[in-house]
């Protein structure tokens, strides 16, 4: 459909937009009988591929039952069901905690805000409210997911209507922001954390949030073992939550439920979104820990927050549906073996002299794209190079998700490549065709 012939308020006005009409597994069909292989997810969100029978079903038969009951008068099983079974995935702490469920990951990290501010006045400490972030992440669009965000493009409009609780360096090796290299470094970009915590605005922070790997801002950035466990210990000292946003990383992208069960740390909370009901139904949650839902249930007993569409029965019900359909399937652990199989189509990909790495962790990979190796040099902004990477892989029928600013917020071209955990041996060779073609042919012209 032309931009001119749509009703829709578009992502992009001077863009059109073809129809989307079915999915089938890792493949979108467009009105126009197009058929394009899905190597992003969308955006990191269809873990279990498109079109799966079992979660529509599942929806209807809840939808059918009772669509709909407001939280403050009822529970619902599918709900109930859900948040038991996440908790049952995260870590030990959470054994006995609580689930928030929201309609996407903005809301749930909104949710975290205020629940980390209310579990600190709940705990007699009212001073506390700041949520310290890192500089390079992105934790949603709303004004609160976004003033702990650090994206600088996506930010930069609103800069007037956030509130500034302080950012701390990103963890990003490939461009590190001290000049140092793992191990050496002794990575002292977590440090980052401990001196802004010693100084005198200290006393009024509540938590600390972070995505254990980096998405759409960084391009699939990993941290170095000993990172994760070290912001963690430092949290702890300092007395303010840990929130793992793991809205991109959770429900199995990087091969386990979540990313930060890699590192053997307790998060107080944990966010889902994006693969928790793999696009089926807007949903997201918080997982939180039994310590903190022990400090509402024994404080004021309720969270001054709420949402008309929380804990949604039809999106609960299809998270139970993904949830089955992962667990039957093996799913998560199918993440590692087929990620490796992308990998391996990849390899010679860094040899190329204008791709300077392939980053990420199980099915959540990043292509940096540099202009000079030796210097790791980005392009100029404007040959938009991601962008035109992402238009030849589109040309061969692959759809990739493109971003600038991986270097300093403006500069740093990256393709993030998150395709469902389904994808095929015969589709993961054809995303790596496409993208080796597509690297030289825009590389040559
Ligand atoms: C790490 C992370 N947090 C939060 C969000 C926001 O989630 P949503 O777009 O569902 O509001 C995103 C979305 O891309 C994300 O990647």
Redesign the pocket.
């Known amino acids: 459909m032309t931009a001119n012939s749509s009703a829709l308020f578009p992502r992009n006005f001077k863009k059109s937009f073809p129809i989307a009409v079915r999915g089938e597994g890792s493949w979108i069909i467009s009105s126009d009988g197009q058929k394009y292989l899905d190597a992003s997810g969308q955006?990191?969100v269809v873990n279990i591929g498109h079109g799966v029978k079992e979660v529509s079903e599942a929806m209807a038969v809840q939808a059918s039952q009772i669509a709909f009951a407001h939280t403050t008068q009822f529970h619902s099983a599918s709900a109930e069901k859900l948040a038991a079974r996440l908790l049952a995935l995260a870590p030990p702490n959470f054994a006995n905690g609580r689930v928030y469920f929201t309609s996407?990951?903005?809301?749930?990290?909104e949710t975290a805000i205020k629940l980390a501010r209310q579990f600190h006045l709940e705990s007699g400490s009212p001073e506390k409210f700041r949520v310290v972030s890192r500089r390079q992440s992105?934790?949603?669009?709303t004004l609160g997911?976004l003033s702990v965000s650090g994206n600088v493009a996506r930010r930069a409009p609103y800069q007037p209507l956030l509130a500034e609780w302080g950012h701390i360096a990103p963890c990003f090796c490939y461009h590190c922001p001290f000049g140092k290299t793992f191990p050496s470094c002794n990575v002292a970009c977590a440090d980052e954390l401990e001196s802004l915590l010693s100084n005198i605005e200290a006393a009024s922070v509540s938590a600390f949030i972070f995505?254990p790997v980096v998405?759409?801002t960084l391009g699939a950035a990993a941290p170095p073992d000993g990172y994760v466990q070290r912001i963690t210990e430092i949290c702890r000292k300092h007395g303010i939550l840990l929130i793992a946003?793991e809205?991109?990383?959770g429900m199995g992208r990087t091969g386990k439920p979540f990313a930060v069960q890699r590192w053997n740390v307790e998060p107080d909370l944990i966010?889902v979104?994006?693969g928790v009901a793999s696009g089926y139904a807007p949903l997201?949650a918080v997982l939180i820990s039994s310590r903190v839902a022990d400090v509402f249930a024994k404080g004021s007993g309720s969270f001054q927050h709420g949402f008309t569409y929380q804990a949604h029965p039809v999106s609960t019900a299809a998270g139970n549906a993904v949830l089955d359909y992962l667990e039957e399937h093996q799913l998560f652990g199918r993440v590692p073996l087929i990620a490796n199989e992308l990998r391996a189509g990849l390899a010679s990909l860094p040899l190329h002299p204008n791709v300077g790495e392939i980053r990420g962790l199980g099915l959540l990979l990043g292509i940096e794209f540099i202009k000079n190796k030796t210097a790791r040099e980005p392009f100029p902004r404007d040959e938009s190079i991601a962008e035109k990477i992402r238009q030849a892989c589109l040309a061969r029928g692959v759809l990739t998700y493109p971003a600038q600013g991986c270097v300093d917020g403006v500069l740093g071209d990256h393709l993030l490549l998150a395709p469902p955990f389904t994808v095929s041996t015969e589709e993961v060779a054809i995303i790596s065709s496409a993208i080796h073609h597509s690297v030289a042919q825009v590389f040559s012209s």
Do not use: C, F, N, P
């Open positions: 955006a990191a996407g990951g903005s809301e749930a990290t992105y934790h949603g669009s997911a995505e998405g759409a946003d809205i991109m990383t966010l979104g994006k997201g």
